[in-house]
């Protein structure tokens, strides 16, 4: 391993720096959800705000100098990171402008507008919302928290990576994590790595927007184009720091289709009792596809969010059966 | 106080013995659920079986002498502590008798039969259930364990308010659990009293079975008769030992309606991201529509099961809205 952007000292500090703010998710023992194979599921969705972007979103806004801070923190969502930024701002007493396409879902709109930030519309397309991004900042002077390619928010996702071990006991045998931009698995894979370098680390991606996994065995970063999945938390392009934490610290990329991930989130939320989005259980159904590559390993599993609205999940949309 | 049937002593012997089998559920905090007050969610519906009734069944199977485990445990459910009684049985490796009405939903007869026990249907009447129960141990010789009127199960039960103080820091100002059987709140009663004499207990209550409220009331135990609640895990009559222990070790009981339950149950679904059955959401709808009552206070709240076919659930089984 070659000496990266981000240590493990930095995502200690930054543990230290969210921890009034997040929460210590729980690290749930599961051993009859997959036969053979001892779970233990990290509950990222049952962290304020229902993802565990509200982790990078504080580090990130509880960084800046008090002078920066006075001016606000800024972002482009569709998503989680928005509301996460909302009220990591609040937090921290300083504003909070969030740039949302006008077709965003009204329960999105809802929380981050309930977290007090303030937003701008824009028409869904990249381009306007880069545009409309770069225009808030002229105007306010705010500082952008990029979702994944902001170092102080890969090092805030890794905090995950630090509890896992701090609750696991024993060390895991493998730590499997969803991958979109990367923020998240690159900051798990340092902070997993730097302590427990026997541990094996995983990516799980969706199929249908499959470039960590295809950049990951050509050794190119290869963008997403027209991705196709269910897990619309993780149709993004992986990051390029993001890409260069995921070469050197993470062992592995798998993927799975979206019949297994929703299989996987109606398990999670009949049998767990876990409500989590598709997104959230990509690295779940990635284990449940291939019970036999986890035979006999205690495996952590990230589940990484809950902000579904359970009206579109196929199964419950049809009403009572 | 007076000298109690299940002292705290047994309930601390119920969670060494249980611990191997059961779940030390999260105790979360919500500040954001109900205003001005700081919530600590006990999540038992994250408990094995899906309830807490996992507890009282495992400290009741594990305190036969080998003998009597030899020849089985027996009950009659239609709900919760039948699976949980199957899932002791088969940790003891002993057999378990489940009596079943013939009408019980297929999710609750797959969940028994999947730990491994002999189910018996019959009519669904109290009356075939005893004699049907009757003659299986008549013929079996098995050990009835009753679902809240067995005492090694209020102990087990118990063990939840032993976890609470345990899990809590600073001692909450008040703790509330539902009522049906009351076995989880004369045992959490005798746990919490017994170790924190200044912290207030309450029952919740559906509106549609409230002879615990009236019980407690009027001093006289009053049985339930024709229950009408969407809360279907406590339709039962307050048990004997039960009431001894809430008349002397609860502060209060409360009841709240249909609708009040149901808007409870969406809230934990939607924004705590817990699946929580409506009769496991009772205690928090009880905060939830009298907050005056509870602000500025440090208020635990048991979330006793999640056992839920969400497409009942009126607001999903509209389908996409």
Not at 25 to 31: F, G, I
Not at 73 to 95: C, E, F, I, W
Not at 240 to 252: G, M, S, T
Not at 280 to 303: I, K, N, Q
Request: proline share 6%; with cysteine; net charge negative.
């Amino acid at each position: 391993m070659s000496p990266s952007v981000v240590s493990l000292a930095e995502i200690e500090d930054a543990a230290r720096r969210i921890a009034p703010f997040v929460r210590r998710t729980p690290l749930l023992t599961a051993r009859d959800l997959v036969p053979g194979c001892e779970l233990l599921l990290k509950c990222e969705n049952l962290q304020v705000t229902g993802a565990f972007k509200a982790r990078g979103a504080h580090n990130a806004t509880f960084r800046l100098d008090a002078d920066q801070a006075a001016r606000g923190v800024a972002t482009h969502s569709s998503g989680n990171h928005g509301a996460a930024l909302a009220l990591a701002a609040r937090n921290r007493g300083v504003p909070a402008h969030v740039v949302m396409p006008s077709n965003a879902p009204d329960v999105k709109k809802d929380a981050v507008a309930a977290y007090g930030a303030e937003i701008t519309f824009c028409e869904p397309t990249l381009a306007a919302r880069t545009e409309t991004l770069e225009r808030v900042v002229a105007l306010r002077g705010s500082h952008v928290v990029h979702p994944y390619e902001d170092l102080d928010v890969i090092r805030g996702q890794g905090t995950v990576g630090v509890e896992i071990l701090d609750q696991a006991g024993a060390t895991p045998d493998v730590v499997i994590a969803p991958v979109g931009g990367g923020g998240l698995l690159g900051g798990i894979g340092v902070a997993v790595k730097s302590r427990s370098p026997g541990c094996v680390v995983i990516g799980a991606e969706p199929a249908g927007a499959d470039d960590a996994f295809r950049s990951f065995r050509s050794g190119v970063l290869i963008p997403q184009e027209s991705p196709d999945t269910i897990a619309d938390g993780l149709l993004t392009s992986l990051g390029r720091p993001n890409f260069a934490l995921i070469e050197d610290r993470v062992d592995d990329i798998v993927t799975v289709d979206d019949d297994a991930i929703l299989a996987a989130t109606r398990q999670l939320i009949e049998r767990a009792k876990l409500v989590v989005e598709p997104s959230g259980a990509v690295a779940f159904a990635a284990v449940s596809a291939d019970p036999d590559r986890f035979a006999g390993r205690r495996v952590a599993v990230v589940l990484s969010g809950g902000n579904v609205d359970l009206r579109r999940l196929p199964w419950l949309a049809a009403g009572p059966g």
